[in-house]
């Protein structure tokens, strides 16, 4: 089925062991963003990226980095883990229609624990 | 800069009775607006979205939201809820001419119906 896959689902991380993310979409969107949920404060920004070799910084970036070198592939690398990065994350993807984007189509998450 | 509140954390209602999501946003420029809907460990599902076109704009499932530029309000109703609402819903704003494409979320209300 066409959409967004993350792997793993779950991870349970030791502090300062590192980890990729990884995240997929066969869609072709030019659009990939990596949020993450945490309770009562909504989604927030890490990383996200406009096309192929092209990333950015979001609202939260620190202690995460991200590459793109396909337009299909877009992991999240936490460098050393530390317990404030226990959290839910989304990787999201869209298309620009006409300079507007279309809605999101976001992945099923991946559940981070770092103790 | 853009910014995006929800007016309730949590919202009950009995099944059958109507469903009202508020949602205020502030915005320099003409925004996008969207509303997703995350059921329990779950991803996010695109409602509905609003792009400068019709005022009232209808989504999935019997939702529909009404933007009020006058009061900067974006809120989403239902007339009937069903069991199956019950889930947490974020309203997101965006602006399509910053070039960035970067979406702000609300903090979500997590709506409860009851039986």
């Known amino acids: 089925n066409a959409g967004v896959t993350q792997t793993p689902k779950f991870q349970v991380l030791k502090t300062g062991q590192s980890m990729t993310l990884q995240c997929a979409q066969d869609?072709?969107?030019?659009?990939m963003s990596w949020y993450r949920q945490d309770p009562g404060m909504g989604l927030r920004l890490i990383h996200y990226s406009v096309g192929a070799g092209i990333t950015d910084q979001g609202e939260v970036p620190n202690g995460y980095n991200v590459s793109r070198s396909t337009t299909e592939d877009f992991p999240l690398r936490l460098l050393s883990a530390a317990p404030s990065q226990t959290s839910v994350y989304f990787c999201?993807?869209?298309?620009?229609?006409?300079?507007?984007?279309?809605?999101?189509?976001f992945g099923s998450g991946t559940r981070l624990t770092v103790v | 800069a853009q910014s995006v509140t929800q007016l309730d954390s949590h919202v009950s209602v009995s099944e059958g009775t109507p469903v009202l999501l508020r949602c205020n946003y502030s915005s320099s420029y003409s925004p996008s607006l969207f509303w997703y809907v995350q059921h329990p460990n779950k991803g996010l599902q695109l409602l509905l979205k609003?792009?400068?076109?019709?005022?009232l704009v209808k989504g999935i499932n019997g939702f529909e939201a009404e933007f009020k530029k006058s009061e900067t309000s974006f809120h989403l109703t239902k007339p009937s809820a069903h069991m199956s609402d019950a889930a947490e819903y974020f309203c997101v704003v965006t602006d399509p001419t910053s070039g960035t494409y970067k979406y702000i979320f609300g903090t979500g209300t997590r709506l409860k119906v009851l039986a």
């Open positions: 609003y792009t400068s076109a019709a005022t």
């Open positions: 999201a993807s869209s298309y620009f229609t006409g300079g507007d984007q279309d809605g999101y189509t």
């Open positions: 869609m072709n969107h030019e659009y």
